[in-house]
Structure formats: C-alpha cells, structure tokens
C-alpha cells in the first residue's frame, strides 16, 4: 500500500497517505480504536471500497488493473458472524466461489469436505443449514468458504468477535494451526490488542484518521512502543503480554513435593521451600496441594485439597502461562505438566520471578538493536 487514502464526499478522512508492506505468507493484523480506518483498509484491498488516491499492488501489480471480480475470488473474505447464505446448506455455502470459478459440482464438493475436516467441522453438518450451527461453527463455515478456493490472501474483518471468550480462543487457536499448515498471507482486522498481539506476524496500529502509528512484530510493538498514543493503546498490563514471548522451557522445576495418592504416609512431609505437597491421582495427574499433616495415604478426600491452580506445559507455553498458574494456585506455586496432564514438576513465584528478570536481561541488545 503505497500512500493510500479514502476520502469521502462530506470530507471526512478514513485512511490518510498509508503506506504498508504487507509481508508475504504470515499475519498482518490491523489494530486500533474506532474510527482508525482498520475496515475500511481491508476493504479497499479487495475494491469492495475505492481509494480516493495513491496504489495497491499485489506482487507487484495495480489492482486496479485486474477485473474487480477476479480480484475478489481471488482472496478469501471472512466477516463478522461469517455472513452465510441463509438458504444454503453448509456445503452449498462453502463451495460458492469454486462454483463460481468453473469448478465441477463433485470437485467443488470434494474440496468442501476436505475443508471441513480442516476447520474441525463434522461431515454431518454439511446438509445443515446455517441457522442449525453454533455462532462459533458458523464462523468455521466462514472461513472454510474463504479458503475453498485456495487464494494466496485472507482478509478477516472481525471475524470472532461475536463469539464468546472460550470459543473465540479456540477459533484463533484453529486459525493458527491452518495458517501453520496452508501459510496464506493474511489481514486480519480487529480492536482487540490481545487478540492482535496472539495472531500477528506484524501488527499494524492505526489512529484515527487512518495514519499509522506503528508497525512491528508483537514482542517488539511490546517492548518499546513507538509514542504515548501506541503505549496507551497498548494498555497497562503490556508487561504480562510481553511474558507470552518468553519460553518456559528454562524453569527449574521440583519434583520432591510431589505425592502419589496411594503414597506411604511416612514419606507425606514437607520438602524444600514449600509447606504443602502436590497430590496426584494413580495416572501422575495432579489433584490439588494439601498440607502434610492433613493428608493420609491412600485415602485423601480431594474436596478438601486446595487447587492447583491452571497447569503449564513446559516449552510448549510461555512464562505469561506459568506465571499465571502460580497466581491462580492459593499456595503460590505452579504446576508443570507434560502432554498427557501429568505431573512432571512445581515452581514458586519467586523462581518464575528471576526466570523473568533472566529474560529480560538476555533480551535486552535484541530491542536496543531493534529499535
């Protein structure tokens, strides 16, 4: 995007001069308040909205120079509650553009299918309609639609944020993974930083007026915000956010206070630093802290143990995730677990704490050479 603006007849200004290099076969998100201009960016990338001055090349090339409508089938669109066709099925609506394209009815099928099985969609649902689906798989549908055609670019525009907390999760989760697997260069708009900060490759700020605040991968926008607007934006709890950058996989872990239901109460005592020990049930998954003296072996009531807080996989999750596993836990400690849920390890606060200002320190020629 080289110098891009959209103005409108009354005068008002949506996008002002943007200039963007939009990296190839990763995520670009576009942030930021109402009235930045994030949408209307999207959609002048499709034409669905004109520029009023400056050019948008595709590998080089003036969209305008390519018909309007081979332009729009040729990158997928997924909008906020997937704006299906009521009156198609699930399939009929996934197969849209292959259809349109020229594709056979059974090729076109056949893709659909696939694609379902790619979003997490179960082939039951391909003769249902769009009002018999969940918000969270209508916006699968949605985005299996965007794909059916296998375009280089995606453009989301809010496309989980009708959806609630924990689905939303696992539609970014699942975005991830596809994106890992197909590697389509994606836009992808939303006011959400959280949610900019998971899925970008490079986030994009914008302030109102459509002029560009900033733009940088996650950790860096994090670490050193270009002015007081980015860093206001970016909110007080940046910090945290930043933790998710940083590996688990250094954590000295414990495994002394770490007690078989079924174990001999002689061995029930309290070991190093920590005065209660983590109960786990025959399989090593945990149940909960008790202190020693409460617990008898072979027979704890896990009601009466506390929680052990949100487990964390080491080097699969971040510090943010360890972190808060020991603020979750009223003892103050985590609990690490491997792939299966059982328990392999503990860690205090005070250990994440100094995992943290390690961190920082190691991190800290790669922001000044950043920035």
């Known amino acids: 995007m080289d110098s891009v603006s959209k103005r409108y007849p009354d005068g008002t200004v949506a996008v002002d001069r943007l200039s963007l290099d939009i990296p190839d076969r990763a995520i670009t998100v ?14 002048m990338i499709n ?3 004109e520029p009023s001055e400056g050019s948008i090349l595709l590998d080089g090339a003036d969209i305008r120079q390519q018909p309007v409508n081979s332009l729009r089938r040729s990158m997928g669109y997924v909008i906020q509650n997937a704006g299906l066709f009521q009156h198609r099925t699930i399939i009929d609506n996934i197969i849209t553009v292959p259809r349109l394209l020229g594709w056979s009815k059974a090729k076109a099928r056949e893709r659909a299918a696939e694609l379902m099985e790619r979003v997490g969609l179960d082939a039951s649902l391909a003769k249902r309609y769009p009002y018999q689906l969940s918000g969270g798989q209508q916006q699968r549908v949605g985005v299996a639609r965007a794909l059916a055609a296998d375009p280089p670019v995606l453009l989301m ?17 699942e975005l991830l993974r596809i994106q890992d697997e197909l590697g389509k260069t994606i836009v992808f708009v939303t006011h959400d930083i959280d949610e900019a900060v998971k899925l970008g490759t490079m986030v994009a700020v914008l302030r109102t007026g459509g002029h560009l605040a900033q733009f940088a991968p996650p950790a860096e926008l994090l670490t050193a915000p270009a002015d007081p607007f980015v860093e206001d934006f970016l909110g007080a709890d940046r910090g945290i956010r930043r933790l998710s ?3 688990s996989d250094g954590l000295e872990l414990e495994t002394g206070p770490i007690v078989p ?6 061995r029930l005592t309290p070991h190093g630093s920590t005065p209660y020990l983590l109960v786990t049930d025959a399989d090593g998954r945990p149940l909960g802290w008790g202190e020693p003296g409460a617990l008898t072996a072979g027979a704890v009531d896990a009601g009466r143990l506390l929680s052990h807080g949100r487990p964390f996989r080491p080097g699969k999750d971040s510090l943010r995730t360890a972190l808060d596993g020991a603020v979750l836990s009223p003892t103050g400690w985590a609990v690490a677990v491997d792939g299966e849920g059982r328990a392999v390890g503990v860690v205090s606060q005070a250990a994440i704490g100094e995992a943290i200002r390690t961190a920082h320190t190691e991190d800290r020629p790669e922001v000044t050479a950043a920035g």
Do not use: I, Y
């Open 30 to 43: 576009l942030v930021g308040p109402s009235g930045c201009g994030k949408t209307t960016t999207l959609r």
């Open 47 to 49: 034409r669905m909205v």
């Open 157 to 173: 525009d809010e496309p989980f944020s009708a959806v609630d907390p924990v689905v939303r999760k696992g539609l970014q989760d």
């Open 245 to 247: 950058f940083f590996p």
């Open 261 to 266: 239901v079924d174990a001999d109460a002689t």
